[in-house]
């Protein structure tokens, strides 16, 4: 079995003229693979020749093999020629438009496994492979993490071929480009790099394939998996990519120059470059009012803040610095806090870690139990702290506030990062008080000023936002109407910016012609 392999993990085999020489090839690349399904046929009149059908059970659609293939191989090809066999088996045999020619072993079980079928001709050092592949999925469902009001609620699956279908009836351009590679030296994941070739900035293109060429792994299993192989800020909670169930979500940003990646197996699309302004956006902003899409954005962002800094500065106010708010508001506080045994610190923690608790809980159960674990056991550990004196009311109102903002943020994975950094401001002020707060909030500025994404910088248009004259100010926590939003961000190649001709503007661009 070794001799078959090199150091990597590839085939070294070739197709052999000799159809009983690749046929134990074959058995010992599949010895123990009851799945495999591997048949010998004598095919042809007076003039025949043996081949041999290799593919995977389940993962091709049988009636179309025994149908349009293996019934007209073994019943329509009496005047099979003497010469040339291979081309009039793969010519007038076989009825399927996708079909290959194949020439090493390595190709040919990267197709069986892929849910192509193969078939070895005697005499001939290459091989056929035709796709008939009818695997099992989940076909399209609704979305469940994005949910919108208004917008489609078609959701990626775990099928490539879907995803890419997915996109292709949002995007009718042929400059829509689809490049497929291999991941995973065992698993031979699909990913897909879907650009628009016209918008894309090349240098973008060329580094996500440089970085995807840049490692070697046994296995691929999600998109979550190759977002943490390929990203830079290894060390940072906040992702570099983006990534969204939702195809108008995916088309919309191959719209803007951005660059979608899509993984077999994985319903998530992950987009690339992104910022923090991207993680922002809701699909169903662009589909509403203006002034309602930038209301909820103003609310986002607030939310962000309050998520991140309430705990903390709640901390500050109640240990160091009550001068901040009203008597009455301070004496609230400390008449709040009488009985409780643990320091301020302690209790806000406690609170912290029992709804992180009761979060993961939620989200391991079944459905309903997961649903009744967060509603009643929230309810009866914040009611029964309280009554034990264990936590203060104040402190569950302010974890309770610090949850529901934390969950506004459209992105998940974005929301995560703030519920981290959420510590790093508590120990700060319980050391520092509101030197420590402000510390905090700073440092947090700093890094993600620091942060970048394929080039382009996290804060995109807060910071180098001059760079195209202030547009995408206009896209950001306000939402310009949608008949102002004329320019594309920066993601696009800088001569492929305009992406709105309005009637106006068609009559200048005639006017200048005409000069």
């Given amino acids: 079995m070794q001799k078959l392999y090199n150091d990597l993990g590839e085939i070294t085999a070739k197709i052999d003229k000799s159809l009983d020489a690749n046929i134990k090839i074959v058995d010992e690349l599949f010895q123990d693979c009851g799945d495999v399904v591997k048949r010998r046929f004598t095919i042809g009149g007076k003039n025949t020749v043996d081949i041999y059908f290799v593919y995977i059970d389940n993962m091709i659609n049988k009636q179309l093999l025994e149908d349009d293939t293996l019934r007209y191989l073994m019943y329509k090809m009496d005047d099979m020629p003497e010469e040339n066999k291979f081309e009039y088996v793969k010519d007038k045999g076989l009825r399927s438009a996708d079909k290959a020619e194949i020439t090493d072993m390595q190709q040919a079980v990267d197709k069986v496994t892929s849910g192509d079928t193969a078939i070895f001709v005697d005499g001939f050092e290459k091989a056929l492979t035709i796709s008939i592949r009818g695997m099992a999925n989940r076909g399209v469902q609704s979305t469940t993490n994005e949910v919108t009001v208004r917008g489609s609620n078609e959701s990626f699956s775990e099928g490539l071929f879907i995803n890419r279908v997915l996109l292709r009836k949002r995007i009718k351009d042929p400059r829509m480009k689809m490049v497929q590679l291999k991941v995973g030296t065992r698993t031979k994941t699909d990913v897909a790099i879907v650009y628009i070739d016209d918008i894309v900035k090349p240098e973008v293109v060329e580094d996500i394939k440089s970085r995807l060429d840049n490692f070697v792994v046994d296995g691929i299993f999600d998109s979550g998996m190759l977002e943490q192989l390929t990203e830079r800020n290894h060390y940072s909670p906040f992702p570099e990519f983006q990534y969204t ?166 992105n998940e994975a974005f929301s995560a990062a703030f519920r981290l950094i959420r510590y790093m401001i508590i120990f700060l002020s319980a050391a520092l008080g509101l030197y420590g707060f402000i510390l905090g909030i700073v440092l947090l500025f700093i890094h993600l000023c620091s942060l970048t994404s394929f080039g382009t910088p996290y804060l995109k248009p807060f910071v180098a936002g001059s760079i195209d004259g202030s547009e995408e100010y206009k896209d950001s926590i306000i939402k310009a109407p949608i008949n102002k939003l004329k320019i594309r961000p920066s993601f696009a190649k800088s001569g492929e910016r305009r992406r709105l001709l309005m009637e106006k503007d068609k009559n200048k661009n005639m006017k200048n012609q005409g000069r």
Wanted: hydrophobic share 55%; charged share 15%.
């Fill in 245 to 410: 169930e939702r195809p108008d979500k995916a088309a919309s940003a191959l719209t803007e120059g951005r660059v979608c990646l899509i993984v077999d197996n994985s319903p998530m699309v992950l987009l690339l470059p992104t910022t923090l302004n991207a993680f922002y956006q809701a699909s169903d902003d662009y589909y509403s009012r203006w002034e309602v899409a930038t209301f909820a954005r103003i609310l986002r962002y607030v939310a962000s803040f309050i998520a991140v800094a309430l705990p903390g500065l709640y901390i500050t106010i109640v240990n160091f610095q009550a001068e901040l708010v009203s008597s009455s508001l301070a004496l609230s506080f400390a008449s709040a806090r009488e009985g409780v045994p643990f320091s301020i610190l302690l209790e806000v923690i406690i609170m912290e870690v029992a709804f992180e608790l009761l979060l993961e809980a939620g989200i391991r159960l079944p459905g309903p139990m997961g649903n009744t674990i967060g509603i009643v056991g929230g309810l009866i550990i914040g009611d029964a702290a309280v009554n034990a004196n264990l936590a203060s009311p104040m402190v569950v109102i302010v974890v309770a506030l610090t949850a529901i903002t934390a969950f506004t943020i459209p």
